[in-house]
Antibody, heavy 117, light 108 residues
Framework: EVQLVQSGAEVKKPGESLKISCKGS????????IGWVRQMPGKGLEWMGIIYPGDSDTRYSPSFQGQVTISADKSISTAYLQWSSLKASDTAMYYC??????????WGQGTLVTVSS | EIVLTQSPGTLSLSPGERATLSCRAS???????LAWYQQKPGQAPRLLMYAASSRATGIPDRFSGSGSGTDFTLTISRLEPEDFAVYYC?????????FGQGTKLEIK
């Protein structure tokens, strides 16, 4: 069974750094791209970027380029999304999802990130 | 950059009725790269349709998709109570992924 399990909710202060994770199982982790999607409170879905764990090739949405870093450790089948300096506007639910070329077929349960002073 | 506009924003229907949700692209897109998702409160999105008209694994046949060019439609033939949710269309093109703003399907 394909599963993407994300790390737990985080509460951080503005300016702090953060790295959240997404562990894949039940399939060949290095053979599929993994994407990250943001959902701000009460809002829609926004694509942030994707990574191919096989070679760490990464693509970013122009809206998120330079704002976050996507990485992966194929030895432990885990993808990451990180911030170096959080802002209050980063408060959102973040989902990872497996990409089958043009669509996202399996999704993680989401990680809620709250940034507040 | 392609923009996807979904309509209506909110659709109020009763169980047993037919639902028709629209997704319009700002320019012509390949139907091979058009997908639909369902999201219920407190849950992650779930893939419903890919390539505009192909149902994802486990999706009941009351869901169907159609369209080409700039206009795409998700149809739910007879609404079940569990179908009331938010629906998003999504497109892939030029290494970019775009979501529509969503249609909320609520119980009338």
């Amino acid at each position: 069974e394909v599963q993407l399990v994300q790390s737990g909710a985080e509460v951080k202060k503005p300016g702090e750094s953060l790295k959240i994770s997404c562990k894949g199982s039940g399939y060949s982790f290095t053979s599929y791209w993994i994407g990250w999607v943001r959902q701000m409170p009460g809002k829609g879905l926004e694509w942030m970027g994707i990574i191919y764990p096989g070679d760490s090739d990464t693509r970013y949405s122009p809206s998120f380029q330079g704002q976050v870093t996507i990485s992966a450790d194929k030895s432990i089948s885990t993808a990451y999304l990180q911030w170096s300096s959080l802002k209050a506007s980063d408060t959102a639910m973040y989902y990872c999802a497996r990409l089958t070329g043009s669509d996202f077929d399996y999704w993680g349960q989401g990680t809620l990130v709250t940034v507040s002073s | 950059e392609i923009v996807l506009t979904q309509s209506p924003g909110t659709l109020s229907l009763s169980p047993g009725e037919r639902a028709t949700l629209s997704c319009r692209a700002s320019q012509s897109v390949s139907s091979s790269y058009l997908a639909w998702y369902q999201q219920k409160p407190g849950q992650a999105p779930r893939l419903l349709m890919y390539a505009a008209s192909s149902r994802a694994t486990g999706i009941p046949d009351r869901f169907s998709g159609s369209g080409s060019g700039t206009d795409f439609t998700l149809t739910i033939s007879r609404l079940e109570p569990e179908d009331f949710a938010v629906y998003y269309c999504q497109h892939y093109g030029s290494s970019q992924y775009t979501f529509g703003q969503g249609t909320k399907l609520e119980i009338k």
